[in-house]
């Protein structure tokens, strides 16, 4: 069983950064892929971004510009650094990984924007 643990969220005003941690209890060297994703109070949980082993980052477009997403030099971490905040962005940030074609995903750590 994979166990996602993400961290770092917090309350932070309008223009700041905040920079989101997960860490996989087991090595990823064949996951196609980890990502964030966010839910915002009443709404549907959409993509925020999501790093492959190959290839290049993919970001949703309310993100573009602010958000860079990465993974750590342990295989099994990825990173979500947030720039520019808008209270917008406010919501419960989820980690999700792929491993054999099964999807884990994390409990959430909560980001909140005041204005």
């Known amino acids: 069983q994979v166990q996602l643990v993400e961290s770092g969220g917090g309350l932070v005003q309008a223009g700041g950064s905040l920079r989101l941690s997960c860490a996989a209890s087991v090595q990823m060297f064949s996951t196609s892929v980890m990502g964030w994703y966010r839910q915002a109070p009443g709404k549907q949980r959409d993509l925020v971004a999501r790093?492959?082993?190959?290839?290049?980052?993919d970001y949703a477009d309310f993100v573009k510009g602010r958000f860079t997403i990465s993974r750590g030099s342990a295989s099994n971490t990825v990173y979500l650094q947030m720039n520019s905040l808008k209270p917008e962005d406010t919501g419960v940030y989820y980690c999700k990984a792929t491993l054999g074609g099964i999807d884990y995903w994390g409990k959430g750590t909560l980001v909140t924007v005041s204005s």
């Open positions: 790093i492959f082993t190959f290839g290049t980052p």
